[in-house]
T-cell receptor
Framework: GAGVSQSPRYKVAKRGQDVALRCDPISGHVSLFWYQQALGQGPEFLTYFQNEAQLDKSGLPSDRFFAERPEGSVSTLKIQRTQQEDSAVYLC?????????????FGPGTRLLVL | DAKTTQPPSMDCAEGRAANLPCNHSTISGNEYVYWYRQIHSQGPQYIIHGLKNNETNEMASLIITEDRKSSTLILPHATLRDTAVYYCIVRARTGSGYALNFGKGTSLLVTP
C-alpha cells in the first residue's frame, strides 16, 4: 500500500524566502509528526498532530516555523524568511492511532537547502 | 525517557550476524526498547521493540538483558542492504510525549 509521501523531495531557497513542505500521511492515520534532521545527526522532533489538532509544537525552533493539518490528513510545514541554519532534511511520519507506543511510519523527507 | 548509549560505528561482513549493542542503564520498569534504522536518503524505518522478553520478527531479533540495562539488536545474516544508521530508543507508555528521541545511533557498514 501507499506509504507516507512528501513533496517536494528537494527544495532550494534563497535566504529570506518562504517555503512550504507537504506531507501526505498513510490514509486513515490519526497521528502525524514532523522532524528536522541536520547533516550527520539523528532526526529531531518538531511538532505533532492528532487529527487536525496540533497537540505539541515544542520542537519548533522559532516562530518562523508553522505547521497545519486543517482536515486531519495532509499537513504542511511552512518556514518563513528562511535562514541558512534551516537547511536540513524535513521528515514527516504518521501512525495509525494516538497511542504513544504506535509505530511511526516515515516519508522519504524533503531536503531543504537555503542559500 | 531513559538515555541510551550506542557505539558510533560498526562493521560486519556480508552473511554474518550483525550484533548492535545499546546501553540503557537508567531504564525504568514501564519503558520499552525500540529500534529504528535509516538507510541513506530514506526516512527511518521501524525494526522491532520489546519490554522484558526477547523478541524476533522477520527483520531482526532483540535480546534484552535480565536487568534490562542493555540490549542487542541482531541481524542474523547481514546483507549489503542492511548498511544503515541504527537507532536504539527507549519509550514509556505514559509521560514520554509523542516524539521519538533518536540520538546519533550506530552507523553499520556491511562489507562484501
Amino acid at each position: 500500500g501507499a506509504g507516507v509521501s512528501q513533496s517536494p523531495r528537494y527544495k532550494v531557497a534563497k535566504r529570506g524566502q518562504d517555503v512550504a513542505l507537504r506531507c501526505d500521511p498513510i490514509s486513515g492515520h490519526v497521528s502525524l509528526f514532523w522532524y528536522q534532521q541536520a547533516l550527520g545527526q539523528g532526526p529531531e522532533f518538531l511538532t505533532y498532530f492528532q487529527n487536525e489538532a496540533q497537540l505539541d509544537k515544542s520542537g519548533l525552533p522559532s516562530d518562523r516555523f508553522f505547521a497545519e493539518r486543517p482536515e486531519g490528513s495532509v499537513s504542511t510545514l511552512k518556514i518563513q524568511r528562511t535562514q541558512q541554519e534551516d537547511s536540513a532534511v524535513y521528515l514527516c511520519a504518521s501512525s495509525l492511532s494516538a497511542g504513544v507506543l504506535e509505530t511511526q511510519y516515515f516519508g522519504p523527507g524533503t531536503r531543504l537547502l537555503v542559500l | 525517557d531513559a538515555k541510551t548509549t550506542q557505539p558510533p560505528s560498526m562493521d560486519c561482513a556480508e552473511g554474518r550476524a550483525a550484533n548492535l549493542p545499546c546501553n540503557h542503564s537508567t531504564i525504568s520498569g514501564n519503558e520499552y526498547v525500540y529500534w529504528y534504522r535509516q538507510i541513506h536518503s530514506q526516512g527511518p524505518q521501524y525494526i522491532i521493540h520489546g519490554l522484558k522478553n526477547n523478541e524476533t520478527n522477520e527483520m531482526a531479533s532483540l535480546i534484552i538483558t535480565e536487568d534490562r540495562k542493555s540490549s542487542t539488536l541482531i541481524l542474523p545474516h547481514a546483507t549489503l542492504r542492511d548498511t544503515a544508521v541504527y537507532y536504539c530508543i527507549v519509550r514509556a507508555r505514559t509521560g514520554s510525549g509523542y516524539a521519538l528521541n533518536f540520538g546519533k545511533g550506530t552507523s553499520l557498514l556491511v562489507t562484501p
